[in-house]
């Protein structure tokens, strides 16, 4: 069974900033928090993972609570091309357990 | 150049064929792994290989055979097809198998198997 809880759907505005949460309440201190995405029809891709501190890249940010119990990933302008399936996730044993994520859809 | 690819890209197929999904990485990854996706959308490990050892195996019927002939291959191979094997097939790899260490998991784009 997935670790993780996520929303099942979120809506957002083309060029608006959206916040998709997780919460990861078993998390161990020495699991990273991985985030990926599936776009219609394709396999998942990574997005962005860390351990504590927040992070940033050219796709996204993660924000990762103090107690490390949950995070959220930015996306700082959704485009329609962002409309895709968000997993976050982090190792259960030797591989990663996906759940069912939460499904973005973009409004232009 | 594609990372991870795998072929075919579609399959369907009749009940009682065998068939096989071949998937390649150039990225020069030790883990390579194949996932399952069904028609409610959960993706789900099946196998996973480390320089050409099975390092997990979870459960899944035995007519579902892994080969690694070498560590840029794993290949999924499967017997008496059933209609509960249709499903989109994925190839993924990552450097090491050391998940902990926040290693990134490549997928390929999917083999969508269909039985009748």
């Known amino acids: 069974d997935a670790k993780t809880t996520q929303p099942n759907s979120m809506e957002s505005n083309e060029e608006e900033p959206v916040h998709l949460p997780c919460n990861h309440s078993t998390i161990s201190g020495t699991d990273y928090i991985h985030w990926y995405r599936q776009l219609p029809s394709q396999g998942p891709e990574y997005v962005i993972h860390g351990l504590t501190s927040n992070v940033n890249n050219r796709m996204a940010s993660l924000a990762i609570a103090e107690d490390r119990k949950s995070s959220t990933l930015i996306l700082h302008r959704a485009t329609l091309r962002d409309a895709a399936v968000y997993y976050c996730i982090y190792n259960y044993g030797q591989n990663f357990v996906f759940g069912p994520g939460t499904r973005l859809s973009v409004l232009p | 150049d594609t990372a991870v690819s795998q072929t075919p890209k579609y399959l369907v197929t009749q009940m009682g064929n065998d068939k096989s999904i071949k998937c390649e990485q150039n990225?020069?990854?030790?883990?390579m792994y194949w996932y399952k996706q069904d028609s409610k959308k959960f993706l789900k490990i099946m196998f996973s290989?480390?320089?050409?050892?099975?390092?997990i195996n979870e459960t899944v019927p035995n007519r579902f055979s892994p080969k690694s002939p070498d560590k840029a291959h794993l290949n999924l191979h499967i017997n008496s097809l059933e209609l509960g094997d249709s499903a989109v097939y994925f190839c993924?790899?990552?450097?090491?198998?050391?998940?902990?260490?926040?290693?990134?998991?490549?997928f390929g784009e999917g083999s969508w198997l269909t039985v009748v």
């Open positions: 290989y480390n320089n050409k050892e099975l390092i």
């Open positions: 990225l020069g990854h030790d883990t």
């Open positions: 993924a790899s990552s450097q090491t198998a050391a998940v902990r260490s926040g290693n990134t998991i490549y």
